[in-house]
């Protein structure tokens, strides 16, 4: 997610030059494929919603006859009493609640050096040294904030990760520094689990069986209980994509506290995931490796032996979500000056577990010599109509676009809200893009000023 305004500068670019009238992309695939076979196939959108209209309170501008609603804003006190709302919202997922009340649990990617840290609350806080975590609002079936609290503290650099099949949140560091590193009392890397109504019932208890590394984000194979994990490693020999077989698949709440295994994807005479540029391309006999030392003591996974046969590695592993009985992880992007195989502007992959089978769907540029308003789009989401919604984050302006079936990009969001504001950068970021059970409401948050926005309006149309 969010990282250095240096390191940034360097994410891919996707997005093809545009304004708020006509906006491209440049790929090779098939965003279909994506799809294929899920409900939102039967509905993939072809166009967006119209040009964006600039906001009279100059924070969101949207299409014609869509409406925001500020739900949260950073620093502000939250409802429970509990301290402030947190800086840096990112990663965050909707569930549906009783009496069509709605949930939404919030990651706060907050390193050691933030400005607001996630408050710590007894029985919720992992390592009171660490400013990272979640919140928890409760909303009404009219987006009207019922609740808001912390859900877990104490925990660092909370980025994405993913629901669970019985409706709780896995909450990923994208860190991995030990006790005693930047000033923290325990070692981190981990995934925790938070029970969007109720976060006491999980607690602030680390899923140490499901590894110790730079976590990015998960899915869930509903059939099998069997948990994937993207690696977000920002340095040679990057990360993995891995695998958790839990001791109690399918559970319940709890249930990944009871351990299992943790293996690495290895795909026979693949090193590199970058090395591949043609979509279509397919490999079978995938392999799966266990990992030496999942809470990586002395060694960091991806730098683990595991064997003369090696592992596969991906720079930028990061979007990862589950549909038409295959998982589906992005590479944000590869540069070959840093180490990667070959360049690319970001790929999407698809693992078939049932065929072991691993194909390359979608690859962006760099033939297509891209420039942006913006650039490096992060979290994605399905969006009502089919087709994607993809968060922002780069320099210049913000925005959270559509992807269609067909491969048009669409702004459905350009945020405003740092436009003169003092000692901020001009335009925040777009994270954690989701949308309510009913897909009436899109949920998002600009992660400075952090600030969570409830969007509705003619998304079915």
């Known amino acids: 997610m969010s990282e250095t305004a240096s390191s940034s500068a360097s994410r891919r670019q996707v997005l093809a030059r545009a304004g708020a009238l006509g906006i491209g992309v440049a790929f090779a695939g098939s965003v279909s494929e994506i799809f294929a076979g899920t409900a939102a196939a039967q509905g993939l959108g072809r166009r967006g ?223 590199d995931l970058s090395a591949v540029q043609e979509t279509g391309a397919s490999f079978g006999g995938v392999e799966w490796v266990p990992v030496p030392d999942p809470l990586a003591e002395e060694t960091p996974i991806r730098l683990q032996d595991f064997g003369p046969r090696g592992i596969t590695h991906a720079q930028k592993l990061e979007g990862c979500y589950w549909g038409d009985r295959a998982v589906y992880f992005v590479s944000s992007f590869a540069r070959s000056a840093e180490g990667s195989a070959a360049d690319h502007f970001g790929q999407v992959w698809k693992y078939e577990p049932h065929r072991r089978r691993l194909t390359l769907v979608v690859v962006f540029g760099p033939s297509t010599d891209i420039q942006l308003p913006g650039e490096s789009p992060d979290n994605i989401c399905l969006a009502p109509r089919g087709g994607l919604m993809v968060c922002e984050d780069g320099n210049g302006a913000q925005h959270v676009y559509g992807l269609t079936k067909r491969g048009e990009v669409y702004a459905m969001a350009r945020g405003r809200q740092n436009i003169g504001t003092p000692d901020a950068p001009e335009w925040g970021e777009f994270a954690g893009v989701t949308f309510s059970p009913d897909c009436g409401t899109m949920y998002v948050n600009c992660y400075t000023p952090g600030t969570t926005f409830a969007v509705r309006g003619p998304f079915h149309h």
Request: with cysteine; charged share 25%; aromatic share 8%.
């Open 49 to 271: 919603y119209g040009p964006l209209v600039p906001d009279p309170d100059g924070l969101l501008d949207l299409p014609e006859g869509f409406r925001y609603r500020v739900l949260s804003r950073e620093g502000a006190p939250l409802r429970s009493g509990e301290g402030n709302v947190p800086s840096n919202p990112d990663g965050m997922g909707a569930f549906r609640g009783r009496h069509g009340r709605v949930h939404l649990v919030r990651n706060h990617e907050n390193r050691h050096s933030a400005k607001r840290g996630v408050p710590t609350v007894e029985g919720l806080t992992y390592d009171p040294a660490a400013k990272g975590g979640c919140t928890a609002l409760a909303l009404d079936g009219r987006d009207n904030v019922l609740g808001e609290r912390v859900a877990i503290a104490g925990t660092a650099v909370n980025c994405a990760g993913g629901p669970t099949p019985w409706n709780t949140w896995l909450t990923c560091e994208e860190n991995e520094d030990k006790a005693g590193t930047n000033g923290y009392t325990k070692d981190h890397g981990f995934i925790f689990e938070v029970d969007p109504v109720d976060p006491r019932r999980t607690g602030a208890v680390p899923l140490t069986a499901m590894g110790r590394f730079q976590h990015e984000a998960i899915a869930v194979d509903p059939r099998s209980g069997i948990v994937y994990e993207t690696e977000d490693a920002f340095d040679k020999p990057f990360g993995l994509f891995y695998r958790f077989l839990p001791e109690k698949p399918l559970g319940g709440t709890g249930s990944l506290r009871a351990g299992g295994a943790l293996e690495a994807m290895r795909v026979p005479g693949l090193p």
